[in-house]
């Protein structure tokens, strides 16, 4: 009986440790996924409405990783994203960005470029085409930082 019970309590101590490690493998797989679908869900949402503007209001240059842009719809409603670099988070509203878009957004940057796509646009006037890049940190990698991108043409030009 003793050695039964002995048995018993050493793969039970093996299975409680097995279990352990793997949901800290589990939580940490889903932490890691739910910034990267936080930063493409953010990368998304910004394309989407910067290809129905009727023109940029403001953007930031391109080399600011804590950018912001202000873009002005066909109905005249002005929408603003901004990054804040303190908090790693990335607000959206109408006419001020005071509304949380997403969170764990370590980057986000524009680069506005001219009709061509490829000339760097020296005003917000002259932008017909938005670089959109964001960095996400994925912390269980030692090479955290994962970049998305996308290119968003303004249709009303």
Not at 12 to 31: D, K, N, P, Q, Y
Not at 118 to 124: C, H, L, Y
């Amino acid at each position: 009986m003793i050695i039964a019970s002995t048995l018993m309590t050493m793969v039970l101590a093996t299975v409680s440790v097995v279990m352990r490690t793997g949901r800290a493998a589990w939580e940490a797989h889903e932490a890691d996924f739910t910034r990267l679908t936080a930063g493409h869900a953010t990368l998304r949402h910004i394309v989407r409405q910067v290809r129905q503007a009727e023109s940029v209001l403001a953007i930031t240059p391109a080399t600011d990783n804590s950018g912001s842009i202000s873009i002005r719809l066909a109905n005249d409603n002005v929408l603003v994203w901004d990054h804040d670099s303190l908090t790693d988070r990335v607000l959206f509203g109408q006419n001020a960005a005071d509304n949380l878009l997403a969170e764990g957004i370590e980057q986000l940057s524009f680069q506005g470029l001219c009709a061509d796509g490829i000339t760097p646009a020296a005003t917000a006037d002259e932008v017909q085409c938005v670089i959109v890049t964001l960095a996400v940190n994925l912390p269980r990698d030692t090479n955290s930082l994962r970049t998305i991108s996308s290119w968003v043409w303004i249709r009303t030009w």
